[in-house]
C-alpha cells in the first residue's frame, strides 16, 4: 500500500494563479482530511469528507474548495492564490481502529505564493 | 470549547536527559487524546494515543483527567527523539476530525 500520496511536493505561485493539490489513499478510509501547518499554530482543518459526495467545512475553509467524487481522492483547490496561503499543506485520511480513530497523514506540500 | 494547549514552542534537553512535553485540553465528557510526531523532513505519523495505554519508542503519556493534561514523558531522551511533537483531542463529532495542539519542537543535544 502507498498509503496516503500527494503531488505536488512543492509549488511556487504567484498572486491570482489557482491550483490544485492532489491527495489520493489507497486504504479504502472513507474520512479524509487537508489540514495546513503554519509555524508556531500546528494544523488547521480546512476541508473534510467522511465519504464520496460529501465535504465540510473545517475551522479555516475560506479561500479554498474540495470535491470528494471518489473514496481514493480529495483534491483541493485554491482558486485565487493570495501570500496568506503560504504555507505546508497535508492530507490525511482516517478509520475506526478497535474504538478509536487513527489518521494516516500524506508527504506533504509546500506552497509558496509570492 | 474543546481545545488543545501545548505551552512549549521549544523543549531543549541533553542526551539521557528525562523528557516531558506538556500537553492540556478543554473538553467536556470522556476526551480522545493522542500524540502525534513529525521527524525531520516526514510526514506526521501516530506516537501514542491514550485509549491503548501503550509505549513506544520509551514513550508514554498518561490522561490525567483532573487536571486535563496528558503530558508526554521519556525517562532518558535519545538525539533521534528530536521532531516536532503533537498533542491532539478527538473532536466529539463522529467524523474522526481532531483538534491539534501549536507543537512542541524537542531538542536533544548530544
Known amino acids: 500500500n502507498a498509503g496516503v500520496t500527494q503531488t505536488p511536493k512543492f509549488r511556487i505561485l504567484k498572486i491570482g494563479q489557482s491550483m490544485t493539490l492532489q491527495c489520493a489513499q489507497d486504504?479504502?478510509?472513507?474520512?479524509m482530511y487537508w489540514y495546513r501547518q503554519d509555524p508556531g499554530m500546528g494544523l488547521k482543518l480546512i476541508y473534510y469528507?467522511?465519504?464520496?459526495?460529501?465535504?465540510d467545512k473545517g475551522e479555516v475553509p475560506n479561500g479554498y474548495n474540495v470535491s470528494r467524487s471518489t473514496t481514493e481522492d480529495f483534491p483541493l483547490r485554491l482558486e485565487l492564490a493570495a501570500p496568506s496561503q503560504t504555507s505546508v499543506y497535508f492530507c490525511?485520511?482516517?478509520?475506526?481502529?478497535?474504538?478509536?480513530?487513527?489518521?494516516?497523514f500524506g508527504p506533504g506540500t509546500r506552497l509558496t505564493v509570492t | 470549547a474543546q481545545r488543545v494547549t501545548q505551552p512549549e514552542k521549544l523543549l531543549s534537553v541533553f542526551k539521557g536527559a528525562p523528557v516531558e512535553l506538556k500537553c492540556n485540553y478543554s473538553y467536556s465528557g470522556s476526551p480522545e487524546l493522542f500524540w502525534y510526531v513529525q521527524y525531520s523532513r516526514q510526514r506526521l505519523q501516530l506516537l501514542l494515543r491514550?485509549?491503548s495505554r501503550e509505549s513506544i519508542k520509551g514513550f508514554t503519556a498518561d490522561l490525567n483527567k483532573g487536571e486535563t493534561s496528558f503530558h508526554l514523558k521519556k525517562p532518558f531522551a535519545q538525539e533521534e527523539d528530536s521532531a516536532m511533537y503533537y498533542c491532539?483531542?478527538?473532536?466529539?463529532?463522529?467524523?474522526?476530525?481532531?483538534?491539534f495542539g501549536q507543537g512542541t519542537t524537542l531538542q536533544v543535544k548530544p
Open positions: 490525511a485520511s482516517s478509520a475506526i481502529r478497535g474504538r478509536s480513530y487513527e489518521q494516516y
Open positions: 469528507s467522511v465519504g464520496a459526495g460529501i465535504t
Open positions: 491514550h485509549i
Open positions: 486504504m479504502n478510509h472513507n474520512y
Open positions: 491532539a483531542l478527538k473532536e466529539s463529532s463522529n467524523t474522526g476530525k481532531l483538534i
